[in-house]
């Protein structure tokens, strides 16, 4: 395909199939009980197999850094100065779903109906509507007693076919392209270890959204709190008037909180919300994990006044009791930076207009490493790699959304080739 001085070339849909398989079937969940970094070994593992494929594709300065990122370069080929493009995508896999043997099952010619699993599971088209339009194409999915892993492996196997791609069609038109795969950010710590002097580009796209023809535009903000309670325990024969019961307090804090409004089971769209998903503890002392999100970066600071005045009427419940908040900011609106480069979101959006695809300009009720990598100075869009119901036993990928999205990556590359950086 031909426009605007731009071309497609062909993608080896058997070569992805395999390179993804061979991804997903090493497990490299992220571990959110360790601080060690990378928090699995599986993401060694995978790192050190992209390593190997990138040496032999001859992107001469890639490696495995001590933290297990993986970094290359594919050189500029055009004859002038062109910013430089990042490509990221994640190694590790979520914790909420069982990672071990994964065994994925391959859907040719999806005939439109009920996706049925290996262990007997079925995936409704009422429970995944977008299965509607995936009819005819190629489903990989897990056997469903395990997440399939796509989230982020189609990524890592976008970018790796890409390069591939480009190292074989040496007439495609690219400006420098900096390839970083990242660890854990399934748990947060994504950009942890990226020195962006190092990666040293002007733009970068994360490839881990869902389904295909979308740009991801904005994220939620986040932060995380940590609300401790301090009672006082004691033999419960002898309790009375001395017992200070923690989780008894912790109890009645979340009874205070919103649940048909402001949570995450009674919000949608541009809504915020305030997300408690964690609560540990006994009498002595107990502690509830609470999630802050919202699209406003504002709200965050509305959201963590009205825990406080919840913990002061807990505390007045419970004489005696402590309670302190501790308030942990995580990322923010990705939105807020990428008015700094237009072109960051304009030149994807053109791709998709060049190949003559839909697409459309989202919002993620989430976050990306690309929330982090921006309010850090580096604009990151995010783009799609074909996930769908990620983060469960249900998950699968959709093949040729994943080839779209190469083919948009190669128009992409040759639209920031064309730009120029002025000195």
């Not at 007439?171 to 420098?176: A, D, E, S, V």
């Not at 997300?275 to 504002?298: D, P, Q």
Request: glycine share 8%.
């Amino acid at each position: 395909m031909k426009g605007a001085s731009t071309q497609v070339v062909p993608i080896n849909r058997n070569r992805l199939l395999d390179r993804f398989i061979k991804y997903v079937k090493i497990d490299t969940a992220a571990n959110p009980f360790t601080d060690e970094y990378p928090s699995s070994h599986g993401q060694f593992e995978l790192g050190k197999i992209l390593l190997e494929e990138l040496l032999q594709l001859g992107v001469d300065d890639a490696h495995q850094d001590e933290n297990g990122l993986i970094w290359g370069t594919l050189l500029s080929n055009v004859g002038h100065d062109s910013p430089t493009i990042g490509l990221v995508a994640h190694l590790d896999t979520s914790p909420e779903a069982p990672s071990k043997n994964i065994s994925p099952q391959v859907v040719e010619c999806y005939d439109g109906n009920d996706l049925c699993f290996a262990n007997g599971e079925t995936l409704t088209v009422e429970e995944c509507p977008e299965l509607r339009d995936l009819q005819g194409k190629t489903l990989v999915c897990s056997g469903g007693d395990t997440l399939l892993g796509g989230d982020d492996k189609a990524g890592v196997a976008i970018i790796m076919e890409l390069v591939t791609s480009l190292v074989e069609n040496p007439n495609i038109k690219r400006g420098p392209i900096k390839i970083l795969m990242t660890c854990d950010e399934e748990i947060g710590r994504g950009t942890d270890k990226i020195d962006l002097q190092k990666l040293n580009a002007n733009v970068a796209y994360t490839i881990d959204g869902g389904g295909a023809g979308v740009v991801d535009t904005e994220t939620f903000s986040a932060d995380a709190v940590r609300v401790h309670f301090k009672g006082k325990n004691i033999h419960p024969a002898i309790a009375k008037g001395r017992m200070v019961n923690a989780i008894r307090a912790a109890g009645d804090f979340l009874a205070k909180l919103p649940s048909d409004e402001c949570s995450p089971e009674s919000t949608e769209g541009r809504e915020g919300f305030i997300h408690a998903y964690g609560i540990s503890g006994g009498v002595g002392e107990a502690t509830i994990e609470i999630l802050l999100r919202s699209f406003e970066t504002v709200q965050l600071t509305e959201f963590a006044k009205y825990l406080t005045e919840i913990s002061d009427q807990v505390r007045q419940q419970f004489p005696g009791l402590e309670v302190t908040l501790e308030i942990t900011k995580q990322y923010r609106n990705l939105r807020d930076s990428l008015v700094n480069l237009p072109a960051a979101v304009e030149l994807p959006c053109r791709a998709f207009e060049l190949l003559a695809r839909p697409y459309e300009r989202a919002i993620i009720r989430g976050g990306t490493d690309g929330s982090q990598l921006s309010e850090k100075g580096l604009p990151t869009p995010n783009l799609s790699s074909g996930q769908h119901q990620i983060h469960s036993t249900k998950e699968f990928a959709c093949l040729d959304e994943m080839i779209e999205a190469i083919e948009h990556l190669q128009i992409l590359a040759q639209l920031w080739a064309n730009e120029r950086i002025d000195h």
